[in-house]
């Protein structure tokens, strides 16, 4: 998890905290969305999506064929 969270804290020096992200299953980054989301006025919006990293899965789940 301290690796993910000092990816987080580095995109959001460079790029500013976002409203919202969009992530695959993967508990260590979740994990450090939540400990940084304990420590903003405003939290970030976490969308989780199973196949997030997996093309063909994403386009089975969205019902385009």
Known sequence: MAAARRFFEKAMREHGVPE?????????N????DDINGTLTGPITVRQIKYLNNIVEQDQCAGRH
């Open 30 to 33: 979740r994990a450090a969305i």
């Open 20 to 28: 919202k992200i969009s992530m695959d299953k993967s508990g260590a």
